[in-house]
Protein backbone atom coordinates (compact mmCIF):
# COMPACT_ATOMS: atom_id res chain seq x y z
CA UNK A 1 0.00 0.00 0.00
CA UNK A 2 1.51 3.07 -0.85
CA UNK A 3 2.48 5.76 1.59
CA UNK A 4 0.57 8.87 1.90
CA UNK A 5 2.07 11.96 1.68
CA UNK A 6 1.54 14.57 3.90
CA UNK A 7 0.51 17.99 2.79
CA UNK A 8 2.25 20.99 3.24
CA UNK A 9 0.17 24.17 4.48
CA UNK A 10 0.59 27.68 5.78
CA UNK A 11 -1.77 28.66 8.94
CA UNK A 12 -2.55 31.99 9.60
CA UNK A 13 -1.26 32.67 13.45
CA UNK A 14 -3.59 35.92 13.51
CA UNK A 15 -6.83 34.06 12.70
CA UNK A 16 -6.43 30.30 13.94
CA UNK A 17 -8.38 27.87 12.12
CA UNK A 18 -7.48 29.90 8.68
CA UNK A 19 -5.18 27.68 6.89
CA UNK A 20 -3.95 27.27 3.10
CA UNK A 21 -3.08 23.60 2.19
CA UNK A 22 -0.53 23.02 -0.87
CA UNK A 23 -2.14 21.50 -3.69
CA UNK A 24 1.17 19.86 -4.26
CA UNK A 25 4.49 19.75 -1.67
CA UNK A 26 7.32 21.81 -2.85
CA UNK A 27 10.32 20.15 -4.46
CA UNK A 28 12.75 22.19 -2.60
CA UNK A 29 13.17 24.68 0.16
CA UNK A 30 16.23 26.59 1.06
CA UNK A 31 17.07 28.95 4.28
CA UNK A 32 19.23 32.25 4.51
CA UNK A 33 20.68 34.45 6.78
CA UNK A 34 23.43 36.74 6.93
CA UNK A 35 25.19 38.21 10.21
CA UNK A 36 26.99 41.25 10.57
CA UNK A 37 30.70 41.32 11.38
CA UNK A 38 32.15 44.66 10.20
CA UNK A 39 35.76 44.94 10.03
CA UNK A 40 37.75 48.65 10.90
CA UNK A 41 40.63 49.29 9.29
CA UNK A 42 43.90 49.85 11.60
CA UNK A 43 47.17 50.97 10.07
CA UNK A 44 49.52 48.72 10.06
CA UNK A 45 47.32 45.38 9.66
CA UNK A 46 46.24 43.31 6.09
CA UNK A 47 43.48 41.98 7.64
CA UNK A 48 42.01 43.67 10.36
CA UNK A 49 39.53 41.69 13.08
CA UNK A 50 36.20 41.35 12.10
CA UNK A 51 33.75 42.78 15.44
CA UNK A 52 30.43 41.08 15.50
CA UNK A 53 27.76 43.58 15.05
CA UNK A 54 24.29 41.70 15.55
CA UNK A 55 22.84 38.26 14.45
CA UNK A 56 20.79 38.44 10.87
CA UNK A 57 17.08 37.52 10.16
CA UNK A 58 16.76 33.84 9.15
CA UNK A 59 14.73 33.89 5.69
CA UNK A 60 12.78 31.24 3.95
CA UNK A 61 12.20 30.29 0.01
CA UNK A 62 10.34 27.71 -1.82
CA UNK A 63 7.82 27.43 -5.09
CA UNK A 64 4.33 26.29 -4.79
CA UNK A 65 2.82 24.76 -7.55
CA UNK A 66 -1.20 25.24 -8.21
CA UNK A 67 -3.16 23.29 -11.25
CA UNK A 68 -6.78 23.05 -11.12
CA UNK A 69 -6.57 21.67 -14.89
CA UNK A 70 -8.92 18.36 -15.20
CA UNK A 71 -12.24 17.89 -16.33
CA UNK A 72 -14.49 19.72 -18.36
CA UNK A 73 -13.20 23.29 -19.56
CA UNK A 74 -16.57 24.71 -18.29
CA UNK A 75 -16.22 22.72 -14.56
CA UNK A 76 -12.38 23.80 -14.01
CA UNK A 77 -11.90 24.87 -10.83
CA UNK A 78 -10.41 29.16 -11.21
CA UNK A 79 -6.85 28.62 -9.73
CA UNK A 80 -7.23 32.00 -8.20
CA UNK A 81 -9.17 30.93 -5.43
CA UNK A 82 -6.11 29.25 -4.27
CA UNK A 83 -3.23 31.94 -4.98
CA UNK A 84 -5.99 34.46 -3.54
CA UNK A 85 -6.08 33.56 -0.23
CA UNK A 86 -2.27 33.12 -0.32
CA UNK A 87 -1.81 37.25 -1.27
CA UNK A 88 -3.67 37.55 1.33
CA UNK A 89 -1.23 36.61 3.82
CA UNK A 90 0.52 39.36 2.92
CA UNK A 91 -2.63 42.33 3.55
CA UNK A 92 -3.05 43.71 6.49
CA UNK A 93 -5.02 41.90 8.81
CA UNK A 94 -8.46 42.71 10.24
CA UNK A 95 -7.86 41.46 13.64
CA UNK A 96 -4.72 44.04 13.94
CA UNK A 97 -5.84 47.31 12.62
CA UNK A 98 -5.30 49.81 15.27
CA UNK A 99 -3.32 47.37 17.28
CA UNK A 100 -1.22 50.20 18.37
CA UNK A 101 -2.94 53.22 19.54
CA UNK A 102 -0.31 55.83 19.00
CA UNK A 103 0.13 54.95 15.15
CA UNK A 104 -3.37 53.44 14.60
CA UNK A 105 -1.30 50.96 12.07
CA UNK A 106 -2.48 47.15 11.42
CA UNK A 107 -0.05 44.48 10.32
CA UNK A 108 -0.07 41.42 7.70
CA UNK A 109 -0.51 38.00 9.45
CA UNK A 110 2.20 36.81 10.86
CA UNK A 111 1.77 32.58 9.51
CA UNK A 112 3.46 29.55 9.94
CA UNK A 113 4.68 27.06 7.30
CA UNK A 114 4.09 23.00 8.57
CA UNK A 115 5.07 20.34 6.57
CA UNK A 116 4.00 16.83 8.56
CA UNK A 117 4.77 16.56 12.58
CA UNK A 118 8.07 17.51 12.44
CA UNK A 119 9.51 21.11 11.54
CA UNK A 120 7.64 24.57 11.27
CA UNK A 121 8.75 28.37 9.89
CA UNK A 122 6.66 30.57 11.60
CA UNK A 123 7.23 34.13 10.06
CA UNK A 124 5.97 37.08 7.70
CA UNK A 125 5.36 36.85 4.13
CA UNK A 126 8.27 39.22 2.76
CA UNK A 127 8.41 38.50 -0.67
CA UNK A 128 5.54 36.58 -3.81
CA UNK A 129 6.09 36.49 -6.99
CA UNK A 130 2.60 34.37 -9.14
CA UNK A 131 3.10 33.41 -11.96
CA UNK A 132 -0.31 31.87 -13.95
CA UNK A 133 0.59 29.67 -17.15
CA UNK A 134 -1.63 27.59 -18.67
CA UNK A 135 -5.80 29.33 -19.14
CA UNK A 136 -8.88 28.01 -20.29
CA UNK A 137 -10.37 28.92 -24.23
CA UNK A 138 -12.41 31.91 -21.90
CA UNK A 139 -9.22 33.30 -20.38
CA UNK A 140 -9.69 31.57 -17.16
CA UNK A 141 -6.53 30.39 -15.15
CA UNK A 142 -6.07 27.41 -14.17
CA UNK A 143 -2.35 26.86 -13.55
CA UNK A 144 0.01 28.69 -11.23
CA UNK A 145 3.04 28.81 -9.38
CA UNK A 146 4.08 31.10 -6.65
CA UNK A 147 7.87 31.85 -4.97
CA UNK A 148 7.25 32.42 -1.64
CA UNK A 149 9.65 34.40 0.89
CA UNK A 150 9.27 34.09 4.65
CA UNK A 151 11.07 36.36 7.37
CA UNK A 152 11.20 34.56 10.79
CA UNK A 153 8.83 35.85 13.53
CA UNK A 154 11.08 33.99 16.10
CA UNK A 155 14.36 32.46 16.97
CA UNK A 156 14.60 28.81 15.65
CA UNK A 157 16.50 26.78 14.03
CA UNK A 158 15.07 24.82 10.64
CA UNK A 159 13.55 22.17 12.53
CA UNK A 160 11.33 22.03 15.15
CA UNK A 161 12.71 20.35 18.44
CA UNK A 162 11.35 16.65 18.61
CA UNK A 163 12.66 15.55 22.33
CA UNK A 164 9.45 16.45 24.12
CA UNK A 165 11.50 15.68 27.66
CA UNK A 166 14.06 18.26 27.22
CA UNK A 167 14.01 21.62 29.00
CA UNK A 168 13.99 20.31 32.56
CA UNK A 169 10.68 19.27 34.61
CA UNK A 170 7.14 20.99 34.51
CA UNK A 171 5.37 22.50 31.80
CA UNK A 172 6.93 22.00 28.49
CA UNK A 173 5.02 24.25 25.92
CA UNK A 174 1.44 25.08 24.54
CA UNK A 175 -0.18 23.90 21.71
CA UNK A 176 -2.80 25.82 19.86
CA UNK A 177 -5.55 23.14 18.72
CA UNK A 178 -6.39 23.74 14.91
CA UNK A 179 -9.01 22.06 12.98
CA UNK A 180 -9.70 18.39 13.02
CA UNK A 181 -7.33 17.85 16.08
CA UNK A 182 -7.98 14.95 18.22
CA UNK A 183 -6.35 14.32 21.49
CA UNK A 184 -4.34 11.43 19.71
CA UNK A 185 -3.28 13.80 16.91
CA UNK A 186 -2.01 16.00 19.59
CA UNK A 187 -0.16 13.55 21.15
CA UNK A 188 1.50 12.08 18.08
CA UNK A 189 2.62 15.96 16.81
CA UNK A 190 4.49 16.66 20.74
CA UNK A 191 5.45 13.61 21.76
CA UNK A 192 5.74 11.08 18.51
CA UNK A 193 3.59 8.65 20.73
CA UNK A 194 -0.23 8.96 20.00
CA UNK A 195 -0.87 7.01 23.30
CA UNK A 196 0.21 9.61 25.43
CA UNK A 197 -2.42 11.90 25.85
CA UNK A 198 -3.91 11.20 28.99
CA UNK A 199 -1.45 13.58 30.29
CA UNK A 200 -2.57 16.31 28.11
CA UNK A 201 -5.74 15.67 29.20
CA UNK A 202 -5.05 15.60 32.72
CA UNK A 203 -2.76 18.51 32.77
CA UNK A 204 -5.82 20.32 30.71
CA UNK A 205 -8.92 18.95 33.02
CA UNK A 206 -10.45 18.04 30.14
CA UNK A 207 -13.59 16.08 30.73
CA UNK A 208 -14.27 15.15 27.73
CA UNK A 209 -11.24 14.50 25.56
CA UNK A 210 -12.87 13.73 22.10
CA UNK A 211 -14.15 17.42 22.41
CA UNK A 212 -11.35 19.69 21.14
CA UNK A 213 -12.05 23.42 19.39
CA UNK A 214 -10.10 25.18 17.15
CA UNK A 215 -7.98 27.77 18.66
CA UNK A 216 -8.14 26.22 22.27
CA UNK A 217 -4.95 26.42 23.90
CA UNK A 218 -3.86 22.96 25.39
CA UNK A 219 -0.76 22.94 28.19
CA UNK A 220 1.63 20.23 26.93
CA UNK A 221 3.42 18.70 30.24
CA UNK A 222 6.48 16.95 30.16
CA UNK A 223 6.39 13.01 29.98
Not at 4 to 11: G, T, V
Not at 27 to 34: H, I, L, N, P
Not at 209 to 217: A, M
Request: proline share 8%.
Amino acid sequence: MPVQLAKAYILNNDNIGERLTCLFNPTDYSFAKRNSWPAEPLTGNNVPPPNFGGGGIMTMSFQLFFDTYSGAEAEMQDVREYTEKLLKLMQIAPSTKNVDPHTQKGRPPICTFHWGDYWSFKGVITSLNLRFTLFTSQGKPVRATADVELQQAEEEGTYKAQNPTSGGDGVRSSYTVQQGDTLDLVAFREYGDATRWRPIAAANELENPRQLQPGQRLVIPNV
